[in-house]
């Protein structure tokens, strides 16, 4: 049927993978983001299977990210400043990029996920009682995140 969504559901790592390297791809040619990859000279195959790894903890539930996303951010913050406006294009193009494939409760979970990630970096590297958040960001979330999201089972 023509004009039919054919969007669906995260489902597996597939489309973690599909997901992360369409965000990318597109946040490195953006004219807000680009310039932060650029600078921080991005090593794009070790960061696309970190990346991979993180999501599919956040968004299904499987082991294998052992990292610490919010602070492995700040040499990149010391390079070039993580400003609020950063935060908020790189939010938009995230969800945006969800949405053009996938629909579902996973995709809405990750949308949030995307949304308390990127609240919680904007809070800890502007530091604590920084008067340079806007009252949404300053209120937002806890630092850390989320362990594991419910089984869809």
């Not at 999501?55 to 609020?84: I, S």
């Amino acid at each position: 049927m023509i004009g039919e969504d054919a969007r669906h559901d995260i489902t597996g790592r597939a489309d973690i993978e599909l997901l992360v390297r369409n965000f990318y791809r597109d946040a490195a040619m953006d004219d807000l983001l680009g310039p932060v990859f650029e600078a921080a000279q991005v090593n794009w195959n070790a960061h696309i299977a970190t990346l991979v790894d993180f999501w599919a903890w956040q968004v299904l539930g499987q082991p294998g990210y052992e990292g610490q996303p919010l602070r492995a951010h700040q040499p990149v913050h010391d390079r070039t400043p993580l400003t609020h406006g950063l935060h908020e294009r790189w939010l938009e193009l995230f969800c945006d990029t969800v949405d053009a494939s996938f629909r579902g409760a996973r995709a809405e979970l990750t949308k949030g996920r995307g949304r308390k990630m990127s609240a919680a970096m904007e809070r800890l590297l502007a530091g604590p009682g920084s008067d340079q958040l806007p009252d949404d960001a300053r209120a937002a979330m806890p630092v850390t995140m989320v362990s594991r999201p419910a089984s869809n089972a």
